[in-house]
């Protein structure tokens, strides 16, 4: 099929892609021209295991171009999927007036049928919305679709996650829409759950709170178990082989970040507002969410009583591992809260450290976790990156001026650090 994304941020560039490997012939659009210039040239903007090389195969296919003109893609596609930005507002609502403006511009630019897509998280009825903009704006006798296929990437594992979904969601409504649909993704074989629009557009929003209440609900479950003595990890294996409640997102640590849990939250939350309905359960979960790195911040602080003049050595600033993404990262709120208590941060990275710089101002930035840990009062880890997984910490011990270990993510063994004379402090394990 002949594909147009419109929008090659992280969801439009892996989406597209990903479609042009299955065999289609796409074309990814933005607005930004330096970013199509530096698409053009083989360099891809953001860190995503295993894009690039797929950039590059399918490039050299020919089944992959990049352009500025929506005009282009909407001549060229058959299937056209929007995916910009819905940025949060001031007041957690969702920005969608990129939305509203694509879907002029895909209007003024359409001649014959054309189905168009909504990929990006977008609140319940926006699908509505697009129709209505589209059909006001387009140019008599063509003919058109919306749907909504709400995506389900996390950053780090997305080209995984697109080619072997657990399922994929089709929000249509017309045949001839989940027809085009069910015969794109054929070729994936995992199960379709087809909806109407709007359900489809909340189970997007409705997925992602319940994972995000998940980590909320251990993050608490992990401070009774400080207070307490007992330990989270423990307890959240105990709570995982209940197949009603399942393993994942069940670890404890110093809360969620990134672009799309406290975003989607927020819009979820003000979007039920809007419509009338009492959703408190969404504000509690991201109000544990913001407590939860004071807590931690509170924690470096009864450990190591004052923290004026104090040296802290941070392993990790993305928001998970295997991504440079520093969107709504839990470091950017604990490093400046540990700064204005007067500590000095030296802080390393795998990948991350680029996009931070600008983020985190008067922290030293430093190349190697070694040197992170040289000279500094305590360590704290904010990201679980594998390699840190392989420190020497006879090495780290020696270098450091106080042993101590604040571990933000529960990745060590606190039997093993503490044998080797390190103080540990965990999330949630008694301490
Ligand atoms: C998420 C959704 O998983 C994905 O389906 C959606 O489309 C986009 O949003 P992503 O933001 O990439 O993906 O990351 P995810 O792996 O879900 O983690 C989100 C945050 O939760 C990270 O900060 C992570 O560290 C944290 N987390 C996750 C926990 O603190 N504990 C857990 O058990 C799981």
């Not at 401070?223 to 082989?241: I, M, P």
């Not at 606190?414 to 394990?429: A, C, N, V």
Request: hydrophobic share 40%; net charge positive; aromatic share 8%.
């Amino acid at each position: 099929m002949k594909i147009g994304i419109i929008g090659s941020g992280y969801v439009g560039l892996v989406t597209g892609v990903c479609f042009a490997h299955l065999g289609n012939d796409v074309i990814c659009v933005d607005n930004d021209l330096q970013k199509v210039a530096m698409l053009r040239k083989g360099k891809v903007p953001i860190y995503e295991p295993g894009l690039s090389e797929m950039i590059r195969q399918n490039r050299l296919e020919k089944r992959l171009s990049f352009s500025t003109s929506i005009a282009e893609a909407v001549d060229f596609a058959d299937v056209i999927f929007i995916s910009v930005n819905t940025p949060p507002k001031e007041n957690g609502e969702a920005d969608l007036s990129s939305v509203e403006n694509v879907a002029r511009e895909i209007a003024r630019n359409l001649k014959e049928y054309r189905l168009i897509v909504e990929k990006s998280t977008v609140p319940v009825q926006t699908g509505e919305w697009i129709y209505k903009t589209i059909r006001e704006n387009h140019k008599k006798g063509a003919q058109f679709d919306v749907a909504s296929n709400p995506e389900f990437l996390r950053e780090g594992s997305a080209i995984h996650d697109f080619l072997q979904p657990d399922r994929i969601v089709i929000g249509v409504s017309s045949t001839k829409a989940e027809t085009i649909l069910k015969k794109l993704y054929a070729p994936l074989k995992a199960p379709i759950v087809v909806t109407d629009i709007k359900s489809a557009e909340l189970i997007k929003h409705a997925s992602n709170s319940f994972l995000a209440t998940k980590i909320a609900f251990i993050n608490a479950v992990g401070r009774v178990c400080d207070a307490a003595g007992a330990d989270v990890e423990q307890v959240a294996k105990g709570l995982g082989l209940d197949p009603r409640i399942g393993p994942s997102f069940l670890k404890a640590g110093v809360g969620f970040g990134g672009f799309c849990f406290p975003k989607d939250l927020s819009a979820f939350y003000r979007m039920s507002e809007k419509l009338g309905v009492k959703f408190g359960l969404l504000k509690e979960v991201l109000d544990i969410n913001e407590d939860q790195k004071q807590y931690f911040v509170q924690k470096i602080e009864n450990a190591l009583w004052n923290l004026k003049g104090k040296t802290l050595g941070v392993l990790g600033l993305a928001f998970k591992p295997d991504t440079d993404d520093m969107r709504f990262a839990p470091s950017i709120t604990i490093i400046e809260s540990l700064q204005r208590e007067g500590v000095h941060i030296q802080a390393y990275d795998p990948q991350a450290m680029a996009k931070a710089r600008p983020v985190l101002k008067k922290v030293k930035f430093v190349r190697d976790p070694y040197q992170a840990a040289a000279g500094a009062d305590a360590l704290v880890v904010l990201t679980e990156w594998c390699e840190f997984k392989n420190l020497d910490f006879e090495r780290v011990k020696k270098s450091m001026r106080h042993p101590v270990l604040f571990d933000g993510r529960n990745m060590f063994d606190p039997k093993e650090l503490k044998k080797m004379g390190f103080q540990y402090h965990g999330i949630g394990r008694g301490a």
